[in-house]
């Protein structure tokens, strides 16, 4: 088995051992790179130079004995999360020249860990898509077909992890664009809770649903990237000083007498065939583990995906206001005025579902409509927050699918916006009620594309989530595939 197809803890292991040196593995991360990468479109931008330094720096400290969580291991980042002297772009032509002057906490806490950037990954322009089409850079294709999307907006870096190109990689959720696309690509993806890891110098689509998480190749390296992720940061005002658990430790333990909710308002029509045949199999899997399922209802869950697009594209637009050719990023040139500046740099500047979603939230947000749409939205959200909480006086954690369907073919649904948007209908609820979803792999279609399976567990219990997964992922045995690139 090549370097580049471990998991951190068996890279990790090798590493102890003497077995391999950093450099080895980055060498095997981008010779894979050079192998499938034009075809797959996982990167923005390649840190090749940067990544063989950090490297030469990982092995200086492994030969002192000074080895840390994540010495020598190849991480990619979403390129929505600013590093210093490398170009973040957001998948946006308004950021393509865009060089940050500092890094962002999730950055600098990878680095002290001693981890090895290997690049920028594509995404959704500034996060707001379902299957990273709408990147300026150009589409990323699903490894496993490559005629169907990713999932996103974190569509490059769930990739990046089920092609092999990097180790574990890092993306943002703000209505399961992590965990959309972990389960469309076949790997684990992590969203933590609102305000377990830090937003600082994450470009912001939408400030009270963002969050950053990790993306692995199965729940114990989800445990290890957490352990380095989360925690309190006094630079970023929405993070919570939570006791911090060593997430490890809680991969591997039984869920004997976990109860186990079953969301009636989840299993409805329009789920594909094979993707409600793998839930079944998964609560059998679950109960089979020690787990008691039980039939729950999160009544509300009719209005998630109303109320998130009232609620996101609002704050988008009060977000991106700051792009307007005068102080960074893009400017538009032959202008006559200070207006047609403004006007000419956000119409060449955005792509067409970002103005799309500046509109709805500024319509939202406007004089007249306000009570109507954002307050609403607003009592709508409290709502499906409080139909969690009751949920979890009598439940440890929730299994939902990840997905309605599996991937679908490029371009699909890229004249429906609708249509696209219901991609998140099982994700979107999470980021409303501000708790913590994991999407692990639960199988395959007969044509051979990854399910997911979605637990969703209440504020701060990031370490159920790890548990109950885990446990899944053991006893479920899901046959373990690569995609034929």
């Known amino acids: 088995m090549e370097l580049n197809q471990l998991t951190i803890h068996e890279l990790q292991e090798k590493i102890k051992n003497g077995d391999v040196s950093a450099k080895q593995i980055t060498e095997s991360v981008f010779s894979r790179i050079d192998a499938v990468e034009e075809r797959v479109h996982s990167y923005i931008r390649l840190m090749k130079e940067e990544a063989f ?50 890094n962002a906490t999730v950055v600098e806490k990878l680095k002290d860990a001693g981890a090895v950037f290997i690049g920028k990954t594509n995404m959704d322009e ?42 574990a990689s890092i993306g943002s959720d703000t209505g399961g664009s992590i965990r959309q696309p972990a389960a469309l690509c076949g790997v684990v993806g992590l969203k933590p809770t609102y305000g377990r890891v830090s937003r600082f110098g994450l470009i912001a689509f939408a400030s009270s649903l963002d969050q950053i998480g990790p993306f692995t ?54 789920i594909d065939p094979e993707v409600t045949a793998a839930m ?56 006559r005025d200070l207006l047609d500046m403004y006007k000419n740099t956000r119409m060449q500047g955005f792509g067409a579902e970002v103005k799309r979603r500046i509109m709805i939230g500024t319509y939202a947000l406007s004089a007249g409509y306000y009570d ?43 004249d429906d916006p609708l249509q696209m948007y219901l991609s998140d209908i099982f994700t979107i609820s999470a980021n409303l009620a501000g708790i913590p979803g994991i999407s692990v792999p639960c199988g395959f279609t007969t ?12 504020h701060f219990e990031e370490g ?10 053991r006893n479920a045995k899901i046959e373990k595939r690569r995609p034929a690139l």
């Open 53 to 102: 330094a950090a490297a030469a720096k990982a092995d200086e400290n492994i030969k002192k004995g000074d080895v840390k969580p994540l010495t020598g291991i190849p991480i990619a980042l979403k390129d929505i999360v600013c590093t210093k002297g490398v170009t973040t772009t957001c998948g946006s032509h308004i950021l393509h020249n865009f060089v940050p002057p500092y």
């Open 464 to 473: 159920k989530l790890i548990q109950v997964a885990s446990a899944y992922e």
């Open 280 to 335: 079944k199999k998964a609560i059998s899997v679950i109960e089979q583990s020690g787990g008691q399922c039980v039939e729950i209802s999160l009544p509300h869950t009719q209005y998630c995906v109303a109320t998130y697009y009232i609620i996101a594209p609002a704050e988008a637009s009060s977000n991106l206001a700051r792009y307007d050719g005068v102080r960074y990023g893009f400017r538009a040139s032959e202008v």
């Open 126 to 167: 500034f996060a707001m898509g379902s299957s990273t089409e709408t990147s300026w850079f150009g589409s990323t294709r699903n490894p496993w077909d490559l005629e169907r999307i990713p999932g996103g907006s974190s569509g490059g870096s769930a990739t990046a992890v089920a092609a092999d190109e990097c180790i």
């Open 447 to 458: 044509g051979g594309l990854p399910i997911g399976v979605q637990f969703l567990a209440s």
């Open 217 to 270: 190749k199965d729940v114990e390296d989800c445990a290890i990237m957490m352990n380095v992720l989360a925690g309190y940061d006094a630079k970023e005002s929405t993070s919570v000083p939570a006791e911090v658990p060593d997430y490890r430790q809680f991969a591997g333990l039984d869920i004997k007498g976990f109860r186990i909710g079953i969301p009636k308002e989840y299993f409805i029509e329009g």
């Open 372 to 414: 109507a749409y954002y307050k609403k939205a607003s009592q709508a959200r409290a709502l499906i927050k409080r139909d969690f909480e009751e949920v979890f006086k009598n439940c440890d954690v929730i299994l939902t699918p990840a997905t309605p369907t599996p991937a679908f073919k490029i371009g699909e649904k890229t």
